[in-house]
């Protein structure tokens, strides 16, 4: 963890630092103003002045250039320093594509603003650990054109929702089914969730597209109710449950909990039968995350946290959130055979579950032996390969 900003103080026309020197750290005016200039023929030519709360010097740590121009107190002055590594730090964990809009306008600015001629060849930027320079440039393009592919794909109606049954570890009775987005390329196919999810929630279109998926999950559920009560099995479809992802920009979104409730009376369904899964981060998102976590627990939706043990896991946040499920993450289940450690992890999270009235979904089981451990530790509910991978609904509505 760095420590705070040092200070320093600045007596009137002192020069702060000069054109041509090495960048080491940039600053952060407390008071007084500075002069920024650039020299010629002996000459001072003021390009701008800057006043309290503004900051400088952090070009030449960014693109890694010596100083483009000078800086001198037209005042006293007091500055806070502001470490190389500290800007670093916050520059390599930004977008890839906001990276490479800050080298363009960072190399515009220096050959406008500071009289660099036009021809000057100018060093890519040297971010640490970031990815940056060519790979980080053709990175930056790539995520920008798989963005608009996404976006064009929904247009296209491209996108359907597959099903993984949720099962009762001991009858194997199939209880629920998590819906999970698939892209289906009439070009290449299905595509790797992979490749696509990560994009589409770290983007604007998570909401039009998660609430194109909350509708096509909630008609589906309705389609599959329908169809248990068809076949006399009235308790399973009353008792049936719908899994569906929500991101922490959806929980955060204004308008979340009343689209959910719109959607929801549209297909006519009960907010029992209806469970909303986040990944830990959502947890991260404080206050207003917990808001609407609170009113749809108070509708009675069931909450379940996705993947637990793997992120941001928290005893506080157990107690804080209104959650009814957990679901154990496959990188524990697929080592309960075989890693005494991780099975005791394990069982460790299923006796805290009980503790606190939660509910266990364990994920990823691909054996009969893992079912038999996770059951024997107290998991009432599984899903994985062994009882079905994700199918589309023709195929899920015979599962059951």
């Known amino acids: 963890m760095n420590s705070p900003a040092q200070s320093v103080d600045i007596h009137k026309d002192q020069i702060i630092f000069s054109e041509g020197d090495a ?224 991101s922490g920009r959806q929980f955060t979104h204004s308008d979340f909990v009343n689209n959910l409730e719109d959607l929801r009376e549209k297909h006519d369904l009960q907010t029992k039968n209806i469970k909303l899964e986040m990944t830990e981060r959502v947890m991260m998102d404080g206050a207003i995350a917990l808001e609407s976590l609170n009113q749809c627990r108070n509708q009675g939706y069931a909450i379940s946290i996705d993947d637990f043990g793997t992120g941001f896991s928290s005893l506080q946040y157990l107690t804080q959130m209104p959650i009814s499920f957990l679901k154990i993450d496959r990188s524990f289940v697929m080592k309960v055979l075989s890693d005494p450690k991780s099975k005791a992890v394990v069982s460790s999270i299923i006796h805290l579950a009980h503790a606190m009235d939660l509910e266990i979904i364990a994920e990823g089981i691909e054996n009969n032996e893992e079912s038999l451990v996770l059951e024997t530790l107290g998991a009432r509910y599984g899903q994985g390969y062994l009882f079905s991978k994700p199918v589309d609904l023709g195929r899920f509505l015979k599962l059951i």
Not at 53 to 68: A, H, W
Not at 156 to 172: A, G, H, W
Not at 176 to 194: D, K, T, Y
């Open 23 to 246: 960048g080491d750290c940039a600053y952060i005016i407390e008071k007084g103003r500075v002069l920024v200039y650039i020299s010629k023929d002996k000459e001072e030519i003021p390009l701008t002045i800057l006043g309290e709360g503004e900051i400088f010097g952090e070009m030449s740590l960014i693109d890694n250039q010596n100083r483009s121009a000078s800086v001198r107190a037209l005042e006293d002055v007091r500055l806070a320093i502001v470490t190389k590594q500290q800007v670093l730090e916050r520059v390599s964990t930004a977008d890839k594509v906001v990276q490479l809009l800050m080298r363009v306008l960072l190399k515009r600015l220096r050959r406008k603003n500071l009289n660099t001629p036009a021809g000057t060849k100018m060093s890519e930027v040297e971010f640490e650990n970031s990815g940056a320079g060519d790979d980080g440039t053709q990175g930056a393009l790539d995520q920008i054109k798989l963005e608009n592919q996404i976006f064009q794909a929904f247009q296209n109606k491209e996108f359907e929702l597959f099903y993984q049954p949720i099962v009762n570890l001991k009858t194997k009775q199939v209880m629920g089914c998590e819906a999970l987005l698939r892209w289906n390329s009439p070009v290449h196919g299905l595509i790797s969730p992979n490749l696509f999810i990560d994009v589409i929630e770290n983007s604007s279109m998570v909401i039009p597209i998660g609430h194109w998926i909350i509708n096509q999950a909630l008609k589906d559920l309705k389609t599959i109710q329908d169809q248990l009560r068809d076949a006399k099995k009235t308790k399973l479809a009353d008792d049936f449950m719908m899994s569906i992802n929500i």
